[in-house]
């Protein structure tokens, strides 16, 4: 039997020196996703700038620029921020409405067999179904006023928000939940110190999804039956503005819109993820 040669290889370590360099400003600009972002908005303000004054049609598509004046004007006067104030506060007052009845229906399914079962059959009933589809029956219900958009709010915030949190709680890991038993804690101090942080992720994307949800169904029942009680918001700004052949006025509500889904995106749930599911290292 022939026995086989051994053979060594030299391994020259030249090339596997780490060198460290100072980033370049434009590494240092790429690397922050505030940049990136604003860069990003920046390139599509411009393609509506070139586009628009390409098309020549300020009744299809205003200029950026012609829109963003609108929107100083709409503020000046005082229609755009007494508009964004009622919208605001009707959102608010569906959406912690809505969370509130969403807590009550995840602490009964989280304790009972039969409180998962309603909620799971609930679900699978109400979440397909369109809130605004909703408006008519709020209407006949709770006639023309704040209700009947309360009523349809609540009902596009409680299911996403319910259904984030349950699966949330019954993804937390079982060793967390042996632990906190092992500690002895309290039902407060258990749910408080396990079940909410563990399930948070999910919690956050439930509350991400609800107000989205809410947010879009709010501006389209706005558009649907315009001012309520002597008041309306933005979609009837919109609505308002259209009939008017103001339509840079229009895009100057639309662009409001997306300005404050972007500032509650970025400085409210962003600052809670950061401070508390990135904090906590759940999330890179």
């Not at 100083?72 to 005082?78: D, E, K």
């Not at 110190?193 to 947010?215: D, E, N, Q």
């Not at 029942?221 to 308002?240: Q, R």
């Amino acid at each position: 039997m022939l026995e086989r040669p051994e053979i060594f290889h030299e391994v020259s370590t030249a090339r596997l020196d780490v060198v460290e360099r100072p980033l370049s400003a434009w590494e240092k600009l790429y690397d922050n996703g505030a940049f990136r972002k604003t860069a990003l908005l920046v390139i599509l303000a411009a393609v509506w700038e070139l586009y628009a004054r390409w098309l020549g049609n300020p009744l299809l598509i205003p200029t950026f620029s012609a829109t963003v004046g609108a929107l100083f004007a709409s503020i000046a006067s005082g229609a755009l921020p007494q508009a964004a104030v009622y919208t605001i506060s009707m959102l608010l007052k569906g959406y912690v409405a809505g969370l509130a009845i969403a807590a009550v229906l995840t602490a009964f399914a989280t304790g009972t067999r039969i409180g998962a079962d309603l909620l799971e059959t609930l679900t699978a009933m109400f979440n397909p179904l369109p809130s605004i589809a909703l408006l008519p029956l709020a209407l006949v219900w709770f006639g023309l006023g704040a209700g009947s958009v309360v009523f349809v709010l609540i009902h596009a915030v409680l299911w996403a928000v319910a259904l984030n949190t349950f699966a949330g709680f019954r993804s937390v890991s079982p060793t967390w939940k042996m632990v906190g038993q092992n500690y002895g804690l309290s039902r407060t101090g258990y749910i408080a110190r396990i079940l909410i942080p563990g399930a948070f992720p999910s919690i956050l994307t439930g509350l991400k999804v609800g107000w989205a949800f809410a947010w879009r169904t709010l501006i389209a029942a706005e558009l649907v039956f315009g001012v309520s009680s002597g008041s309306g918001g933005l979609g009837w700004f919109i609505f308002e503005r259209k009939n008017q052949l103001l339509i840079a006025d229009v895009f100057a509500g639309l662009l409001t819109v997306i300005l404050f889904g972007l500032l509650v995106e970025n400085l409210i749930f962003k600052t809670i993820e950061n401070r508390t599911v990135r904090r906590w290292g759940m999330q890179v």
